[in-house]
């Protein structure tokens, strides 16, 4: 074997372990014990507003009416159960929905910012997906810039009046692959590359977590769209109750 | 013990655990501790160290099989892995490199810093891993909680995790049974259907969980509920049992930062 078959060989032999522990992966929580101090606190103070804006909502929400309670509970554990669900898919692996935009066209982005962190503390605690010291980096990521562009983007095409279809697609698609790129920024930041530092090193942990993160985005997106269809034909009421719909509409 | 929902095995674990009877704050403290020691040391040997003391702690003390322990530690495996290749490879000219490839335009290589750097982060990834694990383990959701209320988390924030952690089960509960009548009338054939199907037990789950919360609300309302949740709690004592673990990782913590501080 020459020197440059070995090459091949170790190339393609990295490459296919890569190919076939990805569909066993979850959406990108970053792990326990994976950023340095500092950036685990300067994300989790970046987090800091957005929490306190979404604290006052709920509790704005509890005073017009203490029965919201239950409904946000309920809304919090639904965002949990949709992202530990297994996505039906023909080669057999398994990926989850991140439901991050479902939640935020549903819940509203306010909400999410708050349910978010609790249920990626109890996706730390119960799932060992995450971690308690990058919980700060994962809230901002999966809880308030995901989110927060699903719910822009779920709103500018209501206004542009975009298909509906359409819309809440690229709000859930779009809102995915954000996620995915501010987690490689985060990622890159704490692991510059030798040559080129952050910015090269963002294109490396988008190219290696890409065959996972981009079917996702799509099919998290397709899914969105059937699973609001299935809502609005048969849910009426309960998407009146979270303000979904509004009345008369 | 083989579960189909992980998340069912790590809660499992927290009520039958040998560690359950340990003092809950000082319980969080030492998991913290050695966790925030672990990623601000940032040294091989102090990984290494933490990672062996709490699966001594974990599987000897707590009583969990090990195996399963070590099927827990390979839950975060993908992401380490990935993580870790990311951080390994460079790309650009490639001096001084240990390996290097041509790669279209520009080469891959690894230099012996990459390579160190990136088995480093694993290694502290999986020692900070189980230091959470001893509190994770070990601790039912509602002591934990019980630590937040003693660090001064809005009360709201607190009855809404309380709420959350058993809604969570009720709704897993709720669609495992749609899986399985799903199932049973061929909803997962192919993946057209399986797609449909799976949207539609979604948005079922979803209504499902609005109608609850209502039924639940009233449930609570009718047990006089007033805008506070209470909910009770184990008083544990905190031994010199339970401190001499404690003393042993701090004195295998300093034992080795003078042994480096030394070579």
């Known amino acids: 074997m020459s020197k440059k078959q070995k090459k091949l060989i170790a190339v393609l032999a990295v490459l296919s372990v890569i190919f076939s522990i990805t569909p066993n992966a979850y959406a990108m929580h970053i792990m326990e014990g994976y950023l340095p101090p500092k950036y685990c606190i300067a994300w989790g103070i970046l987090c800091i507003p957005f929490l306190v804006a979404g604290f006052l909502s709920i509790k704005k929400k509890l005073q017009d ?7 946000l509970a309920m809304a919090g554990a639904f965002i949990f159960v949709i992202s530990s669900l297994k996505i039906p898919s023909v080669t057999g692996s398994c990926s989850h929905m991140t439901g991050t935009g479902l939640g935020a066209i549903l819940f509203g982005f306010s909400t999410v910012s708050i349910l978010g962190i609790i249920v990626l503390l109890f996706q730390a605690i119960l799932l ?12 901002f990521s999966m809880a308030i810039a995901g989110p927060l562009l699903s719910y822009g983007i779920y709103k500018l095409c209501k206004k542009l009046k ?13 809102g995915d692959i954000f996620t995915y790129s501010v987690t490689s920024f985060q990622l890159a930041l704490s692991y510059p590359s030798t040559e080129g530092g952050v910015m090269a090193s963002v294109g490396k942990f988008l190219g290696v977590f890409a065959p996972t993160q981009l079917p996702l985005a799509v099919l998290e997106g397709i899914l969105t769209v059937l699973i609001i269809m299935a809502l609005e034909n048969y849910a009426q009421p309960e998407l009146k109750a979270i303000n979904f719909i509004k009345e008369g509409e | 013990m083989k579960k189909t929902h992980s998340h069912v095995s790590i809660d499992y674990y927290a009520y039958i655990s040998g560690l359950g009877n340990w003092n809950t704050v000082y319980k969080v403290i030492f998991s913290l501790g050695a966790l925030i020691t672990v990623i601000a040391a940032n040294s091989v040997f102090i990984s290494a160290a933490t990672i062996i003391f709490m699966l001594y702690l974990n599987v000897v003390i707590g009583k969990i099989h090990g195996m399963d322990y070590l099927r827990l530690l390979w839950v975060p495996a993908a992401f380490i892995l990935l993580g870790g290749i990311a951080i390994m490879i460079q790309f650009g000219s490639g001096a001084g490199s240990l390996f290097s490839i041509r790669f279209f335009w520009t080469r891959l290589y690894i230099t012996t810093d990459n390579l160190r750097l990136s088995l480093n982060t694993a290694l502290k990834a999986f020692a900070a891993i189980s230091a959470f694990y001893m509190v994770t383990l070990s601790t039912p959701m509602g002591e934990i909680i019980s630590v937040f209320r003693k660090v001064r988390v809005p009360g709201l924030i607190l009855e809404l995790m309380h709420l959350i952690y058993r809604y969570i089960f009720i709704l897993s ?5 749609q899986k399985e009548a799903a199932k049973s009338r061929n909803g997962y054939c192919d993946l057209k259907t399986s797609f449909r199907t799976f949207s539609g037990e979604i948005a079922n789950l979803f209504v499902m969980s609005m109608k609850k919360a209502d039924m639940y609300y009233d449930a609570m309302e009718a047990r006089g509920y007033e805008g506070d949740c209470d909910f009770w709690e184990e008083k544990k004592a905190l031994t010199g049992g339970q401190l001499v673990y ?3 990782y701090g004195a295998l913590l300093i034992l080795i930062f003078f042994i480096e501080r030394r070579s």
């Not at chain 1, 060992?128 to 809230?139: D, E, P």
């Open chain 1, 162 to 174: 975009v298909n509906r279809m359409v819309s809440i697609f690229l709000a859930a698609f779009l």
């Open chain 1, 65 to 71: 009416n203490r029965k919201n309670i239950t409904l």
């Open chain 2, 173 to 177: 509960d709720t669609n495992r049974a």
């Open chain 1, 128 to 139: 060992a997906h995450g971690g308690l010291t990058t919980l700060g980096a994962n809230t």
């Open chain 2, 246 to 248: 404690g003393f042993l």
